[in-house]
């Protein structure tokens, strides 16, 4: 129950203190809700207009029941809800489903003659008792009947171009019912500028007041303590989004395994008793935390917030986005063209460190911070998959840790250049492709959540992935390959790290090791062979841009394969003036890079590992950007 308490928490600090600019905190005993149709009147519940709406998300009052209704016999909202409930007129027009017109009359009248009432309640239940509501929306072309004295209400349109509400409402075995078109309306009342029910905050007090007192059910609410709490026979949906019908606690039937014999009741208190205004604010506030700052991919929805309200960098980001979601309004993308033997990614490390010096500022380091995953079990239910407490100053060292553990050169596109760590989104497309399934998608991000808060390793099997799509050059489009490169070095690096292992994102040229001398190589004979391509005008792959996953599979044996290929490249070089001197200066560096070769190192032919994809980004960088005493103002094209 520590989501719930922390969640409740959440709500007292944040309710009257929204950011501005962010939508409100929504009052208890209300839920959201798409509505189709909105319909004005005036205080005296006289007819004005009315008009279609495109499914706009609408704050209505609900009970504990209707909130999360299902089955035959749904229950009413109290103001606003569907023409089949607030229209009396609704089954003389023909309508297909069940009426619901005496029970929405019966709540909404409860409500109108308590100490609770609201004037622009009192003129909705004016309104509906004139039995015309499907009249007035029929006259208003907003509802349609077919032809003849005897018009229904249609269910299929006999045209080609249907009117908006056929578009709007979902289609069950062929057609469309207009009476679960949903209405909200407008109130005009004198001196009472707000005439939209959903945004009045008078109504919304009233109706909770009213709500909280009928309440019958009382004892121990698990949460606070209170041993008198009215308690919540059942909780809310709508968690994730407006039609999202799952729920995260669900205890109120009395068949199949739910309680297997161990309790009596069938509403779940004797399990575990939440207070009614508890589980609302708790629900109310994880709504609104995930529509303002949640990662979301499709039913899967992860959410880190602090309880007491106050910003933190969101950890799903990559560090570019973090940096610019601090108000950094510098130019990063421009950042990661700086050559990386000299700066090595300090002007964006720099940036980064003073975003999260932002964050701590604003940050007590003993508040509480809460990172939770959700996602669907079952259409009807939905499971934490992931949850974690931490104090403020533990989550921002993780996260800093992470960005900086992780960190390499990332090319994410023309204007997306940085360098930093990548996003958890773009790892698992890096490692299993653009177009991996959904399910692919969640699992990936949800094993990378203990990496970053937790501070676990990343999985090795992502690692090695990684790695072979981006030596798979010739397999993926240039701007895809160059975005796995720089994640699959970063992932790399990263892991070896928390193996002990140290690499530099600049060129390492004392760094023997076989993989990484192999990746300078390939780096190198890319370099030629792409600069007389270009004296030549000439627009194809290099052969080490051809080879390179076989070269990573067995490098001896290519780079032979790609040594031969050259010797055109080296040809042409040597008869221009201009490339005689790029050609002698790479091949002193060919020579460098064979002498550091340790014993049979080289005429190995056993596969390499990432690392080598260290060595050739290294050593591309430093040959374009001229950091390599062997590099000219030359900059050779490679694809």
Not at 565 to 573: C, D, F, G, N, Q
Request: proline share 5%; aromatic share 8%.
């Amino acid at each position: 129950m520590a989501w719930i308490e922390k969640l409740h928490a959440t709500y007292e600090a944040c309710k009257g203190r929204e950011p501005p600019g962010t939508a409100p905190l929504m009052p208890i005993s209300h839920t959201p809700q798409q509505a189709h149709i909105e319909i004005a009147i005036d205080g005296q519940g006289n007819f004005k207009s009315a008009k279609i709406l495109q499914k706009e998300e609408t704050v209505i009052p609900a009970t504990e029941e209707s909130a999360g209704r299902v089955g035959t016999k749904p229950p009413p909202h109290p103001l606003c809800d569907k023409v089949q409930y607030c229209a009396s007129d609704y089954q003389h027009f023909g309508g297909i489903k069940p009426p619901f017109f005496k029970e929405y009359q019966a709540l909404l009248s409860s409500w109108c003659n308590s100490k609770f009432v609201h004037p622009k309640a009192e003129a909705v239940l004016s309104y509906v008792r004139k039995g015309h509501v499907v009249a007035d929306l029929v006259m208003e072309k907003v509802l349609h009947l077919g032809t003849g004295p005897a018009g229904k209400l249609l269910t299929t349109w006999p045209g080609e171009d249907p009117p908006e509400i056929f578009r709007l409402l979902t289609a069950k075995d062929g057609k469309r019912d207009q009476g679960d078109a949903f209405i909200r309306w407008q109130v005009w009342l004198p001196d009472d500028p707000n005439t939209a029910v959903w945004t009045d905050r008078s109504l919304q007090d009233a109706w909770s007041g009213f709500d909280a007192a009928s309440k019958a059910v009382k004892g121990v609410c698990m949460v606070t303590g209170d041993n008198e709490a009215s308690l919540a026979l059942s909780h809310p949906k709508r968690v994730r989004h407006a039609g999202d019908g799952a729920k995260l606690v669900s205890a109120n039937d009395d068949q199949g395994y739910t309680f297997r014999g161990r309790f009596t009741d069938k509403e779940g208190q004797q399990a575990c008793g939440v207070g009614y205004e508890v589980t609302q604010k708790a629900h109310n506030a994880l709504r609104w935390l995930i529509a303002r700052q949640a990662y979301k991919s499709g039913d899967q929805v992860i959410v880190a917030w602090a309880v007491a309200g106050k910003p933190i960098p969101d950890p799903w980001k990559d560090t570019l986005a973090l940096i610019l979601g601090s108000g950094e309004t510098a130019n990063i993308a421009a950042q990661g063209e700086t050559e990386l033997s000299g700066d090595v990614g300090q002007s964006c490390a720099l940036r980064f460190k003073q975003a999260m010096k932002g964050y701590r500022a604003k940050l007590d380091p003993s508040d509480d911070i809460v990172v939770m995953g959700l996602d669907s079990a079952t259409p009807g239910r939905m499971a934490i998959t992931f949850y974690r407490e931490l104090k403020g100053s533990e989550f921002l060292d993780r996260v800093e840790c992470w960005h900086e553990q992780y960190a390499w050169a990332q090319n994410f596109g023309k204007n997306t250049k940085f360098v930093g760590a990548p996003a958890p989104r773009d790892i698992a497309e890096a490692a299993y492709g653009m177009r991996l399934d959904d399910k692919l998608r969640k699992a990936t991000v949800e094993r990378l959540l203990p990496c970053i808060i937790d501070g676990q390793a990343v999985p090795i099997d992502l690692v090695l992935s990684t790695g072979r799509r981006a030596s798979n050059r010739i397999g993926l489009d240039h701007w895809e390959w160059e975005k796995c490169l720089g994640i699959a070095c970063a992932l790399f690096r990263g892991y070896s790290k928390s193996q002990g292992k140290e690499y530099q994102m600049a060129l390492e040229e004392d760094r023997t090791t076989r993989d990484y001398l192999y990746g300078r190589l390939l780096a190198v004979a890319d370099n030629i062979e792409g600069y007389a391509l270009r004296l030549a005008d000439e627009e194809r792959d290099t052969t080490a841009a051809r080879l390179m996953q076989r070269f990573a599979d067995r490098p001896f044996s290519t780079w032979r394969s790609i040594e031969l290929a050259l010797t055109p490249s080296k040809s042409r070089l040597g008869a221009s003036a201009k490339g005689a001197g790029f050609l002698w200066k790479r091949k002193e560096l060919l020579d460098k890079i064979h002498d550091q070769f340790q014993s049979d190192d080289f005429i190995s032919d056993l596969a390499l590992s990432a690392e080598f994809l260290l060595g050739y980004h290294c050593q591309r960088a430093a040959l374009l950007r001229g950091a390599d005493p062997a590099a000219n103002d030359d900059q050779p094209i490679t694809k």
